[in-house]
């Protein structure tokens, strides 16, 4: 059973850093590209990083430059730091990966951009 779990979220001012973790199990880790998505309320969930089995990453333009993923697959975990924190980044923030043609999804960690 596949099931990806996020931790990290809470409430950071303005300017702050907040690293974020997804601990994976029931999947060959190592093998699969993974993500990072957010949702903000009234808006529509957005790619924000994604990280290939080799290390290649494409990082979303709202947050080029202030976000990175990594990933350590002895962990199987995948990991995104977060820098420069706007209040506009205030959203839940999922874990993603395609397995065996099969969509999975962490249930999520909210992160608040707040003064």
């Known amino acids: 059973q596949v099931q990806l779990e996020e931790s990290g979220g809470g409430l950071v001012q303005p300017g702050g850093s907040l690293r974020l973790s997804c601990a994976a199990s029931g999947i060959i880790f190592s093998i699969r590209a993974m993500s990072w998505y957010r949702q903000a309320p009234g808006k529509q969930r957005e790619l924000v990083a994604r990280i290939s089995s080799d290390g290649n990453t494409v990082t979303g333009d709202s947050v080029k430059g202030r976000f990175t993923i990594s990933r350590d697959n002895a962990k199987n975990t995948v990991y995104l730091q977060m820098n420069s924190l706007k209040p506009e980044d205030t959203a839940v923030y999922y874990c993603?990966?395609?397995?065996?043609?099969?969509?999975?999804w962490g249930q999520g960690t909210q992160v608040t951009v707040s003064s």
């Open positions: 993603q990966t395609l397995y065996y043609g099969k969509d999975y």
